[in-house]
């Protein structure tokens, strides 16, 4: 005999065999007892959760019960139930032969039945076709309409319809099917693999049970959690722990160690972003409610209290600026050309800030604190005390930092300043991952033919970056060709934070609207 795929082998026969649809099956039911059904059905519902097969088992009861016989009718032989898929008959000459054999009575049966799967792919001419048939069917006729996106159909459709909504299976019936069927068919596999198919099939039966037949069909022996990580590149749980740990303990160097071995084994960074994006989000869960909110965590047991435990090792405002940090990550991702090092740089910002926090770095002499510094416009003159620019300032003795060989500068630190936003851009389009660093800094002096451009205490990974030859170049070359003059740059770290200053108009807009600038790209002037 031909192997039959677990999907099919155990569609479900009948409305006991439904899993996780218990409201539909019940309205179902209950119309089919009362015999109050409509002469259309629509079945809304993301892709397996049952809709086609409830179709077909509501069009079986339906001429069952008509025929007042105990023999149930075979899916796929009936002549009077007709499927039809909507992605590829779309068109209106098909709904025009459908309406054409409408007029026809059931052969064996007392309904005609129609299911048409994706219906929301017909044309608006189909609909329109469809649309008479539907307002004033034959007495013999029903259709059964299933759909993933119900907000595409027109809603003349719609009100003519018993509308039936199917949910996303939960994770734990999932399981619980696999398990079954895993005995029944002599599949050993661990819980966490049950556990790991379930989330990845995203509430899907279908997608579940195609997944355990490709493990069991590849696998041998017991299934372990490393066969779907193969076979979905998916980052191992423990590295995931390992990453939070180094984190949590402010070491970079076992963080940013823990992510190369990650990427040497061929993992994708942009899917390790979101999986510590959704490690922390239960971290998060489980510092707010500890075990009493672990049902909002679709994991086994274990891993549950493996969470739990970690997450003690963490402040919640750690969590949350982690979370913050890790977004911000993904939102970089998706335009710069090195996703890693958006990792890399959100993993230097945990650390710093935490440590930062915790074991406040002493100021070194030419750094005095001030009170509460405010940011000034670029355009006003230099005082004791603040060094401004427009993109943050810092507290420092101005005076006494500025007066070294300021009068020989072939270019103003006004100038640099005012036009900085524009370099940035010009180094970007050199090299992006240099202009999104340089950004972060400020020109805060400028001896002779040097310009040294300072970052804050956050920023530290970003002038590491910068400080290298091939970007020093690139800088160099850039401010050069801008101010046409020859122009060197150097780096350097100020003890006190960079405060980034915005303009005029942007900063009325975030006042009115109470709102915070999330990120800032290059813009030319």
């Not at 994706?118 to 609909?127: D, Q």
């Not at 307002?135 to 003349?156: C, G, M, Q, R």
């Not at 199917?166 to 079954?180: A, G, N, T, W």
Request: proline residues 5%; aromatic residues 6%.
């Amino acid at each position: 005999m031909s192997y039959l795929v677990l999907a099919r082998k155990y569609r479900p026969k009948s409305f006991d065999d439904v899993i996780g649809q218990g409201d539909v099956v019940q309205k179902l039911s209950g119309a089919l007892k009362s015999g109050r059904l409509g002469h259309a059905f629509l079945f809304c519902g993301p892709r397996g959760t049952g809709k086609t097969s409830c179709a077909r088992i509501l069009a079986a009861e339906l001429n069952k019960i008509k025929k007042d016989s105990n023999e149930a009718m075979e899916f796929d032989s009936s002549l009077d139930i007709i499927e039809i898929d909507g992605a590829s008959n779309r068109g209106i000459d098909e709904i025009r032969t459908l309406r054409e054999n409408v007029r026809f009575v059931p052969m064996s049966g007392s309904y005609k039945i129609y299911i048409v799967d994706e219906v929301h792919m017909l044309t608006g001419e189909a609909f329109n076709a469809l649309l008479k048939t539907l307002e004033e069917p034959p007495p013999h006729v029903k259709f059964i309409f299933a759909t993933t996106d119900p907000n595409k159909l027109p809603l003349t459709v719609v009100s003519r319809c018993q509308r039936f909504d199917f949910r996303r299976i939960p994770l734990e019936m999932v399981v619980k099917q696999m398990k079954d069927i895993c005995q029944e068919e002599k599949i050993t596999a661990d819980e966490d693999v049950l556990y790991a198919v379930a989330k990845t099939s995203q509430g899907s039966m279908r997608d579940a049970l195609s997944i355990l037949d490709q493990l069991s069909s590849a696998g041998e022996g017991t299934l372990t959690i490393k066969d779907v990580n193969a076979m979905f590149g998916l980052v191992e749980t423990d590295l995931l722990f390992a990453l939070a740990g180094a984190l949590a303990a402010r070491n970079c160097s076992m963080a940013l160690d823990t992510l190369e071995k990650i990427v040497a084994g061929g993992k994708d960074v942009k899917q390790l972003t979101q999986d510590l994006v959704e490690l922390y989000r239960h971290f998060m869960i489980m510092k707010a409610g500890g075990p009493d909110l672990q049902g909002l965590i679709d994991y086994s047991k274990p891993y549950k209290e493996k969470l739990f435990n970690q997450s003690k090792t963490m402040s919640m405002a750690e969590i949350l600026k982690t979370i913050d940090t890790l977004i911000e990550a993904e939102d970089v991702a998706r335009i710069t050309e090195s996703p890693r090092l958006a990792l890399e740089i959100a993993f230097v910002k945990v650390v710093s800030v935490s440590a930062s926090a915790v074991v406040p770095a002493p100021l070194p002499s030419a750094v005095k604190p001030a009170s509460t510094p405010v940011p000034v416009s670029a355009a006003r003159p230099v005082s004791s005390g603040m060094i401004k620019s427009n993109k943050g300032s810092v507290t420092i003795d101005a005076m006494s930092f500025l007066a070294e060989g300021a009068k020989d500068a072939p270019v103003p630190l006004d100038d640099i300043r005012r036009d900085w936003n524009a370099l940035t851009h010009a180094v970007s389009q050199k090299r992006i991952s240099a202009g999104s660093c340089l950004q972060e800094g400020a020109p805060v002096k400028v001896v002779g033919q040097k310009v040294t451009i300072a970052f804050g205490p956050e920023h530290a990974f970003q002038k590491e970056c910068l400080d290298k030859m091939d970007n020093i170049k690139i800088i160099s070359e850039a401010l050069s060709a801008h101010f046409k003059t020859t122009l060197f740059v150097e780096f350097m770290i100020v003890d006190a934070p960079l405060l980034v200053e915005q303009p005029v108009e942007l900063q009325n807009a975030l006042e009115i609207f109470q709102g915070k600038v999330v990120n800032e790209w290059h813009t030319e002037k």
